[in-house]
């Protein structure tokens, strides 16, 4: 539903704005935004919980295997095939394709099938798995005690399987150096991705029997170093000092001591200059980086993800009534520098559809989180805005002691978009039938006057299986006019979704380029009943309506003698805003007091020539249009006459023309048909704005 921080500081008052900080990416950014959440919210209010398996390190799913060095090693294996000369390859989750170790020997044992498949519980149209490697780097080395890896999104997963292209141990130093620079790694950085990739987990017997011989250790594994689950650089110290246990350099297969000969090829230059631990970690988060952001040159990543300082959250819009929408949602603050105690309010201040500033909305505490490195405290709020003039964006004021600070998200304030909206009050998710399925029932609320067929898109995960990843399914239908209140019309669609997949389905509502995207199913079970009913009004403040049948001369589009002519049964105005003219069963509407749509086709209007005035019809329009357009603020009277009609410039007087006694022949018009008549408002008993030119 809603769209696109920059701060603003203000000592005296929250509305008087000065420059501050901008940041760095602009709210919404929907890749950014997901993978920041999973990044960031590890525990308590609303937490994501993606390093639930990492926290502490030391936790194993069996004895003897690092969950960490999974997370670790799986990236690695997935971005070997990179040819970054001929930009293929690198982090794209292709490994998810290659399981089969009778073909990938290098893939064999089950941590990477277990990695990945915990990565596809956190999959989504927003997440892709690729993306969530990554975050594997960061989560699982960040978890260990290591430095936080520089982390990008908007990776875009394989549809199929990548070459075979881990280098094998047992590789010469020319032919392994020569696999590395197809990476995209010098002979440096090749020794750096080694010794930061070998500080977790180790070797097991049971997939590398020469490595680590059978029944030569209690749990089968032996360790790259004596701190397996702490991210440090002991894997380098214990190499220069001689103490290493690591198999790759110190194993029984002479041949496959392959960190041995990485290590040793430059003199043991580069490893020397990791012996430091402040420089090892600052070496490792560097070329971590340069790991997981190798991909094919088609992708285009985001900048490095850091934390919001203010975040949006849930932010709903509904229509509540003919008069108010419900404006509901939360903000996140980071308090990891500016402390939940130092805060005396948070408010919203928002605008309207027009730009206009509209009201301050207040908020509550919901609840603290945290991840890694950052404290964070979500603020709740309800509130109502008038339908009639809505909201389209809001600043974020937090109260402190020393004064106020605003935040506008990079100078636009953070979107609000009223066009279409989940009217979720209304919307249902029935119980689970005998056959397993359960009906989604979804209403949309679509501002009046907008174009386009309303259609609400389903996007279902499909489970990830063995050698083969994810992926989402996408159901796109048509929703049917259910309603409509004063200023919303209403829509509605009904969809059959397997009771398994529910918790993996998100659903978009849309129409003419704009869209409420990405919800969750969390539904009632019981809606509340629309508070209109079908075809008709909901509501009772009518400003003026005729119900005698009246018809209004204008002329054609052919001869300008020739008169067209609308009969209409009840005329009902809410200008500038959208007007409604039902002609019987039929129903028109005047949006914005200029536009005339014809929403029910085939739709009956009449027209006849020949009337014997003296005013012609061209005339009669002209004067018309002059006198509204000219009117002021003067509010126009209308009677019904028998004449034509006379002006007055200063307090018009504008009349509607009964129609002839006898009436012309009713015509039958089946296409499309509108009138613009920009600056003209429709006052009450003119039935000019029921127009339509044939």
């Known amino acids: 539903m809603l769209k696109t921080i920059a701060i603003l500081s203000a000592v005296t008052s929250c509305f008087s704005f000065a420059n501050a900080a901008d940041s760095v990416v602009s709210w919404p950014s929907p890749a950014y935004d997901e993978i920041e959440d999973l990044m960031v919210l590890n525990s308590g209010y609303n937490a994501r919980n993606f390093p639930f398996p990492l926290v502490p390190c030391t936790f194993t799913r069996s004895p003897g295997h690092s969950i960490a060095g999974g997370f670790l090693r799986t990236a690695f294996h997935d971005m070997a095939a990179a040819d970054v000369r001929a930009g293929t390859g690198g982090l794209d989750a292709s490994i998810g394709f290659e399981m089969d170790s009778s073909i990938y020997i290098e893939n064999t044992g089950v941590a990477f099938n277990n990695t990945m498949t915990y990565f596809s519980s956190y999959f989504n149209s927003r997440a892709t798995m690729s993306d969530l490697i990554a975050l594997g780097v960061y989560a699982s080395v960040r978890a260990c005690g ?27 130093t020319v032919k392994m150096t020569a696999e590395f620079a197809r990476m995209g790694f010098s002979p440096q950085e090749m020794i750096q991705v080694v010794a930061c990739g070998h500080t977790l987990g180790g070797v097991h017997s049971a997939e590398h029997p020469t490595l680590v011989l059978p029944n030569t250790t209690a749990l089968g594994v032996t360790d790259f170093d004596t701190t397996n689950s702490t991210y440090d650089n002991k894997v380098v110290t214990g190499y220069l000092d001689g103490t290493s246990q690591n198999p790759l350099v110190v194993g029984p297969d002479v041949d496959s001591r392959s960190d041995l000969r990485i290590f040793s090829s430059d ?16 070496t490792c988060s560097k070329i971590l980086a340069k790991m997981i952001d190798t991909v094919p040159d088609n992708v285009v990543l985001t900048s490095v993800i850091t934390p919001y300082d203010v975040k949006p959250y849930n932010l709903h819009l509904s229509v509540v009534g003919d008069d108010d929408l419900q404006f509901s949602g939360a903000i996140r603050f980071k308090t990891t520098s500016i402390p939940k105690s130092a805060i005396s309010s948070i408010q919203l201040a928002y605008r309207d559809r027009n730009g206009a500033d509209g009201d301050v909305i207040g908020t509550t505490i919901l609840g603290d989180a945290s991840g890694f490195d950052d404290t964070f405290t979500f603020f709740g709020f309800n509130s109502t805005v008038p339908a009639k003039t809505s909201i389209s964006s809001f600043t974020v004021v937090v109260a402190l002691s020393s004064g106020t600070v605003t935040y506008d ?54 489970k990830m299986t063995y050698n083969n990843l994810p992926t989402i399914s996408k159901s796109t239908i048509s929703m049917a006019r259910a309603c409509e209140s004063e200023y919303y019309t209403f829509y509605s669609a009904t969809y059959s979704i397997a009771t398994a997949a529910v918790n993996g389905t998100k659903y978009d509502v849309s129409v003419g380029g704009f869209s409420d995207s990405f919800k969750s199913l969390k539904l009632p079970v019981a809606p509340n009943a629309l508070s209109c009913q079908g075809g008709g009004n909901s509501w009772s403040n009518t400003t003026s309506s005729t119900s005698a049948t009246s018809s209004v001369p204008i002329p054609s589009t052919g001869d300008a003698d020739t008169w067209t002519t609308a009969i209409v049964t009840a005329l009902t105005t809410y200008c500038p805003y959208a007007t409604e003219v039902v002609q019987g069963s039929r129903t028109y509407t005047v949006t914005q007091a200029t536009t005339l749509i014809i929403t029910d086709c085939p739709c009956t209007v009449s027209w006849s020539s020949g009337q014997s005035t003296t005013t012609s019809s061209a005339d009669y329009f002209a004067t018309t249009i002059s006198n509204l357009m000219h009117a002021g603020n003067a509010a126009p009277t209308a009677t019904n006459t028998t004449s034509p009609p006379s002006f007055n410039a200063e307090q018009p007087t504008l009349s509607v023309w009964s129609a002839p006694t006898t009436l012309p022949t009713i015509q039958t018009y089946t296409g499309g048909a509108r009138i613009i008549v920009p600056g003209l408002s429709l006052i009450a008993g003119l039935a000019i704005g029921s127009i339509v030119f044939l």
């Not at 990776?155 to 010469?172: E, F, L, S």
């Not at 003199?267 to 600052?282: F, L, R």
């Not at 979107?415 to 949309?444: C, H, I, K, R, Y």
């Open 409 to 462: 998200n990079n100078h636009q304030g953070f979107p609000v978009q009223d066009t279409v909206f989940a009217q979720t009050l209304n919307s249902n998710l029935a119980a689970s039938d005998a056959q397993g399925n359960q009906a989604a029932t979804l209403v949309a609320a679509v501002r009046k006057g907008t174009i386009g067929d309303v259609e609400l898109t389903f996007s279902s995960v499909q």
């Open 267 to 282: 003199g043991n230059k580069t490893v020397s200059s990791m012996a430091d631990p402040s420089s090892y970690s600052t």
């Open 146 to 172: 290591g430095p936080a890896v520089p982390l990008k999104a908007g990776r875009i997963d394989a549809t199929n399987a990548g070459p075979q292209a881990v280098p094998d141990p047992k590789n010469d």
